[in-house]
């Protein structure tokens, strides 16, 4: 039974889809584009239309919010009236702020009868400590001259009642984390165990000689003590009794060694790192499953919150010391990538293997050797993708034992699961040693993701906090039991106590909800639009009484410090006004920092309650004990089964809450949506490699003939064979067989003159042309490959170097540019202050100022303008911008753009220069542009001051932390490895001891990193060819 469940999108325009029109379609019988031809008889595809899709689906997320899209559920009448009134009220603290910009950064008075949380005073004034006062609360609320508010919800008056509630059970941060520096000594036993697997090295190696003058600079004299160097010895031992139980591993061996196969320094490492003492039943079964043990595919789903990612930690760590090979791990985002590197290079500087990050644009293809080092690849989609390709390139992906795939359920993703789906079919077919797990909370259909990955599987329903699901309409709330008929049973009536205005504002009752658990305990409330998160967090804070404001009120205080630190001086004026309640809103409209900062106050307990949008659902662990659904609406679509599954997933804080819950509001209209939403199976978790009309299947066939995985016809249908998609054939290629959709895109990549035939006599086998090299190599999407080249091959024509411009417009992301429309005055300002030189080079490219001017002044324009070309270069605009003047915060002004917007732009943009410079490194025609885009990637990934960058690079270092780490003295990547963290944590502001060990465990890591790329160089430099003609 498919759990689809269907709505009917109000907005959603139709499109009349000609199937026969598509990529799968030669370029040539679609479009007769102009321009420059690409090599071997290349014809520009018409890229229009794939533009035109991503517009729909994207527009509305990135340009400045449209108005909230779901009609009944906004209650908040005065939305953008409040938002006015906020920014009006944010322009009279601006002018307030610059009165208090000489307040002194010493820590941490309040000024008695500070509007701003934000202006500190030096303790050695003699002001009275004051809490912050009802004039904070005023100054904000001045904006809301209505007196709607008269009577508080009970719940609220409850808490304000009771004082106790007020101290919030804050995290602890008890840091047990064992960071002592080694000793040479200790080194030696290393050395010791490493010759036991590898060849004797001749001579030292440049990283050992950096670790051992790195490790001397830091040892403190008692940091090892003999007994140290006997627990080395025993783990030596253990690990190498583990190592033969490994290849002696019979069907009926269960037990391995003393911790599932590992040495006890593991467990240990477990718990003092991430505070976990012991093993959940469910891990316990899971790791002893026989198909763990003997390494067979597994996929193993249990809840959100179940644990699920330590289980696949220890399978990494077992692959790495006890089999010796490498691994890799991927997840879906940037930031939880860096996460893992962080957490985990701990664990690689105890048990000596290396952790390296593949994420945005960092990571090398492909990988350093190591010289008998394992490695650990921690890689988002993309990356995976890269690093499998450079790997099978080399003949190197044996070497990889294991791979991990987190939230395995977004093979159904769209392209996003396409290369997933990509990745594993290639380690699949080429490397019959390499154990693939997969893990997540929300598969549907278990039994075709099983076939697909010849896997076995692990379910359990093991929650380690039990939740329980409400839903709430009108005034009452009902309990969530799918067993019963009617879904919902009744629990209770909700108890609030409204004026009839507030009735009116707050028709949700939403403030009621969440006043029954904050502050004393946390709250999350999704709403369908980033415009309502907004809204959301002032409305609340509008209603609730000035006591919040005196919880926790210093450790808000420095947060808001650190936020306007981080904005380099701006604040962003809703959160101004939130913070101090504790509440703050979260998502993508915000950069990365104020993200991080956000997400690091509320899981300390400084903040109570975060309204976020759907992303905040997706494997960010930030628990809540309450976690409120605003409607079952995402923007104008109606919630999928999976996505409210892992909304409501983040209520119940393991080892924090006993049981959490979540609230979904909703009307007499969805009624019955929702509980076929609530009951309904999960989602089918479908293949996308005919996504966008068969582009996944075009890229494959075009990387496995590339990479010689493949060449004929007959091997690529064996190769296709096994692929989700195969498994799924009936349900996904409705119109032709899997066969034929194969056939036809062999025929098209040649049209496209992408894959040609060997002209040698009686071979006859496919192979890819230059273009087709460069183009899976620089992983371009096949829908841009032929315009790329042509405007590279412009550029080389008549690139400009007296200003960046040009040469950043080359490397303005072409899937960027549906997402923004330019505001035409900006623009022509822009344009006027432009150098004649750049305004040249714009009207080479096609865009001339008379052209910009008439758009500015409203008049229409008959002339044929390419509006990607017009639509690029003003996104070039900005990026020139920000390289200039590094402030995303005044960019995102002069533009009118959001500044997560702007953030998204630059980093997709360090991303795809780094795709242009390996496209082009397969190109010789190309040549010139080596040099300027590896330069250019290096700016667009850390736009800073340059003597931040090396600070930068240690996973999840960001530009504010580099600034107080660069001030305190850290000022190169060997003092932040040198560095003792306990030192660290006190001479640099608002750092935890905690974080502090993660920094300078990463910035360890990277220096050896960098150092085995040295010695690999130096290896490859002196190594004796093998085809040297002797006598
Ligand atoms: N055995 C354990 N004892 C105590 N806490 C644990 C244990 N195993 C995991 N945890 C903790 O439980 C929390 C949730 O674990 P994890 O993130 O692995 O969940 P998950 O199953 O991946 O959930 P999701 O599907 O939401 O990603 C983490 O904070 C983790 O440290
Ligand atoms: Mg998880």
Redesign the pocket.
Same mark, same amino acid.
């Given at each position: 039974m498919s759990a689809e469940i269907k709505v009917k999108r109000p907005s959603s325009r139709k499109r009349s889809r000609d199937r026969r029109i598509s990529n799968l379609t030669p370029a040539m019988k679609r479009t007769s584009a102009s321009g420059r031809q690409c090599p071997d008889n290349t014809r520009p595809i018409d890229i229009s239309r794939a533009l035109d899709q991503s517009m729909d689906a994207t527009f509305s997320e990135y340009c400045s919010d449209p108005e909230d899209l779901f009609g009944d559920y906004d209650s908040i009448v005065s939305d953008s009236s409040f938002l006015a009134k906020l920014d009006r009220v944010g322009q009279n603290m601006r002018q307030n702020d610059i009165e208090h910009t000489t307040s002194s950064r010493c820590p941490v008075i309040l000024l008695a009868g500070n509007p701003d949380f934000t202006s500190l005073k030096s303790s050695t004034d003699n002001c009275p400590k004051q809490s912050c006062d009802d004039s904070m609360t005023e100054s904000f609320l001045e904006g809301f001259t209505d007196d709607a508010f008269l009577d508080m919800p009970s719940s609220q008056l409850a808490f304000l009642q009771d004082p106790q509630t007020a101290d919030r059970n804050c995290c602890t941060d008890e840091d047990k984390t064992s960071m002592s520096m080694r000793h040479p000594e200790k080194s030696v036993s290393t050395e010791d165990r490493n010759e036991r697997h590898i060849a004797p090295k001749a001579r030292k190696s440049v990283s050992d000689h950096l670790k051992r003058a790195m490790m001397a600079n830091a040892a403190t004299p008692s940091s090892v003590s003999r007994t140290a160097v006997q627990k080395e010895a025993v783990v030596t031992e253990e690990i190498s009794v583990a190592m033969q139980a490994v290849e002696s591993v019979s069907m009926a061996t269960t037990d391995l060694g003393p911790f599932f196969g590992l040495p006890t320094k593991v467990k240990e490492l477990i718990c003092n790192l991430?505070?976990?003492?012991? &093993?959940?039943e469910w891990?316990k079964t899971c790791l002893n499953l026989d198909s763990v043990q003997q390494r067979r595919n597994l996929i193993y789903s &249990?809840?959100?919150? /179940?644990?699920?990612? &330590?289980? @696949?930690e220890i399978l990494i760590l077992k692959e790495l010391l006890c089999r010796r090979k490498d691994a890799l791990f991927i997840l879906p985002y940037v930031s939880l990538v860096q996460e893992k590197v962080r957490a985990l290079a701990s664990f690689g500087l105890e048990l000596d293997f290396m952790v390296e990050e593949y994420a945005g644009s960092k990571g090398r293809f492909p990988p350093v050797k190591g010289r008998g080092k394992r490695s650990l690849y921690i890689a988002t989609i993309e990356k995976a993708h890269g690093l499998v390709n450079s790997l099978i390139e080399t003949n190197r992906l044996d070497n990889v034992g294991l791979v991990v795939v987190?939230?395995l359920h977004m093979l159904g993703d769209g392209s996003r699961g396409a290369i997933i789906e990509m990745t594993l079919a290639k380690v699949l077919y080429i490397s019959k040693s390499t154990q693939i797990i997969g893990?997540?909370?929300?598969l549907g259909n278990l039994q075709d993701i099983q076939k697909f990955l010849k896997a076995e599987s692990y379910t359990n329903d093991f929650r380690?906090v039990e939740l329980k699901e409400y839903v709430k309409l009108k005034d009452s709330i009902y309990e969530v039991d799918p067993k019963e008929e009617e879904c919902f049973r009744f629990s209770r009536v909700l108890n609030f106590k409204y004026s009839s205005a507030m009735q009116k504002i707050d028709q949700d009752h939403i403030v009621a909800l969440v006043t029954e658990v904050i502050p004393s305990q946390s709250c999350l409330v999704f709403c369908p639009t980033k415009k309502n998160c907004e809204n959301v967090a002032g409305m609340i804070c509008k209603y609730l009484k000035e006591d919040f404001i005196q919880h926790k009120q210093a450790e808000k205080a420095v947060l808001l410090g650190e936020l306007r630190s981080s904005g380099n001086g701006s604040l962003c004026p809703v959160l101004k006004k939130t913070v101090p309640y504790g509440l703050a809103y979260h998502h993508s409209g915000l950069t990365s920092e104020e993200r991080k900062l956000v997400e690091e106050a509320y899981s300390a307990g400084v903040l109570c309650l975060l309204t976020c949008t759907s992303t905040l659902a997706a /494997?960010i662990?930030l628990?809540a004990r309450r976690v409120i659904l605003r409607s079952p609406y995402v923007a104008a679509d109606f919630l999928k089964r999976s996505q409210y599954k892992?909304m409501v997933?983040?209520a119940g804080r @393991?080892?924090i809450d006993t049981h959490g819950e979540s609230i979904l509001i909703l009307q007499d209209k969805d009624k019955v949506l929702v509980k076929k939403l609530v009951s309904a199976p999960m989602e089918i978790c479908k293949s996308n490699l005919m996504h966008s009309d068969g582009k996944g299947v075009l890229s494959l066939i075009l990387s496995v003939i590339g990479l010689n995985i493949t060449n004929s016809l007959e091997q690529i249908r064996d190769f296709m064979s096994g692929t989700l998609l195969s498994v799924q054939e009936k349900q996904v290629c409705l119109e032709r067989s899997l066969w034929e959709v194969t056939q036809e895109c062999v025929e098209l990549l040649k049209e496209k003159g992408l894959v040609t035939v060997s002209t040698e006599p009686q071979d006859g086998s496919l192979q890819v042309t230059k273009l087709g090299r460069a183009t899976y190599k620089g992983s371009v999407d096949l829908t841009y490959c032929d315009l790329l080249y042509r405007d590279l091959s412009k550029g080389l024509e008549s690139l400009m170097l007296n200003s960046f411009l040009h040469l950043i417009y080359l490397v303005t992301p072409y899937d960027m540019v549906s997402q923004c429309k330019p505001d035409w005055m900006v623009y022509f300002r822009q344009f006027t202050m432009s150098s004649a030189a750049e305004q040249k080079m714009c009207a080479a490219v096609g865009v001339s100022e008379s052209f910009v001017a008439r758009k500015a002044a409203g008049q229409n324009v008959k002339k044929n303008v390419d509006q990607v070309v017009v639509s690029r270069l003003y996104l070039a605009l900005v990026l020139q911008s920000l390289l200039k003047e590094t402030d995303l915060w005044s960019v995102a002004d002069r533009f009118q753009l959001s500044r997560g917007f702007i953030q998204t732009l630059l980093s997709s943009s360090s991303v795809f220069c780094s795709c242009v410079l390996h496209f082009t490194e397969e190109l010789e025609e190309f040549w010139p542009f080596k040099a300027l885009l590896t330069e250019l990637t290096r700016r667009l990934t850390y736009c800073v001051q340059a003597e931040l960058i090396p600070l930068m690079e240690v996973a999840g270092v960001m530009e504010r932390r580099a600034k107080l780490l660069y001030n305190a003295g850290y000022k190169t990547l060997a003092h932040l490895a040198n560095a003792d963290p306990n030192v660290l944590a006190k001479t640099v502001e608002n750092l935890f001891k905690k974080q502090a060990n993660q920094i300078v465990a990463s910035a360890k890591m990277l220096l050896n990193e960098k150092a085995d790329a040295l010695q690999e160089e130096m290896d490859d430099l002196l190594m004796m060819p093998l085809d040297l003609l002797s006598l």
């Open positions: 991430k505070g976990i003492k012991d &093993l959940y891990q &249990l809840p959100t919150s /179940g644990g699920k990612t &330590l289980v @696949a987190d939230e893990m997540s909370a929300t380690p /494997g662990n628990p892992q997933g983040r @393991a080892g």
